[in-house]
């Protein structure tokens, strides 16, 4: 069983916990009858940008270095991807699939902390508070070898506080302070070359609806603005759009009936939300349903 864990506390201030912080910001591997750990891959140690890793592992088969592999791949929300060999947990690789300013990456696959980042205070860090990739899940598609990821770039300044954190409350150890603001993005993010393939922006400062890719060739994805859309999947080219009358935050699902494809999402947080404020629309909590 592999699964991803979240961050230390407190969230912002790493100065009163020493050492990596061991088994948080990972991917860990489990035996699913004991639950004896079999191994771990720490994406981020020691977080103090709330980069937690408890975005799903998704099990493909893809080519590394010229050969098959079973792989175990996190779209971190610290802004890469990393691929892991599913069996020893081995790291392979790791690529940018938005903007990273916080830590450069060793041949271990391990981030290297810019310290320069603190000095002046106020510098704003990628990915922020809100990833990168945050909860709402990614898709992979074996036809393009591509991972479609819902990415927020939306830059945070992390204002560190002096002490310890305060147990029993909801106590970051400091401020995060957004930039004024942000962008959403599905991204198409190629896995055998390990770069951004395209990229389409979605209105709104942030992106927080999944993705899902079919075989026909079609990835459909939400957005804040109300709309979910059905891109090219080799070119992101947008080929339809319906608004829904509310903000999306959930992912896309399809399934067959009869021989009939469905493709479903649940609908409901609210009116639509742009970058400018709140649009007009009607809302209220519904499952919209579409068949192809």
């Known amino acids: 069983m592999f699964w991803g864990t979240g961050n230390p506390w407190p969230d912002i201030n790493n100065q009163v916990r020493a050492g990596d912080n061991l088994y948080t910001n990972s991917v860990v591997a489990l035996d699913a009858d004991s639950g004896e750990l079999r191994w771990y891959f720490q994406t981020s140690p020691r977080d103090e940008f709330d980069h937690d890793s408890t975005s799903e592992p998704m099990i493909i088969e893809e080519m590394v270095n010229g050969e098959m592999r079973k792989l175990v791949v996190q779209v971190s929300r610290n802004g890469h991807v990393y691929a892991l060999d599913r069996l020893t947990g081995d790291f392979l690789w790791a690529g940018e699939y938005t903007r990273v300013n916080w830590a450069e990456r060793d041949e271990r696959g391990k981030p290297v902390l810019k ?46 506080r002096e002490g310890e954190g305060r147990p029993g409350t909801m106590d970051l150890g400091g401020i995060p302070a957004f930039d004024q603001t942000g962008t959403g993005w599905v991204v198409a993010f190629n896995m055998r070359t390990g770069e951004i393939e395209w990229q389409q922006e979605t ?43 509310s903000g999306l935050y959930a992912p896309p699902t399809s399934f067959t009936i009869n021989g009939k494809q469905y493709i479903g999402i649940a609908s409901g947080t609210r009116e639509p939300i742009t970058r400018e404020g709140v649009a007009t629309g009607i809302s209220t909590g519904n499952y919209i349903l579409f068949s192809l």
């Open 115 to 160: 310290e320069e980042l603190y000095n002046p205070a106020g510098t704003v860090i990628f990915p922020g508070l809100f990833g990168g990739k945050n909860w709402p899940p990614a898709a992979y598609s074996p036809d393009t070898s591509m991972l479609y990821i819902p990415t927020t770039e939306w830059g945070t300044n992390f204002i560190r």
């Open 203 to 245: 209105p709104g400062n942030f992106n927080w609806a999944g993705t899902l890719a079919t075989g026909g060739g079609l990835v459909f994805a939400g957005a804040p603005d109300g709309y979910l859309r059905a891109y090219n999947d080799e070119t992101g080219e947008i080929l339809w759009e319906f608004q829904t009358g």
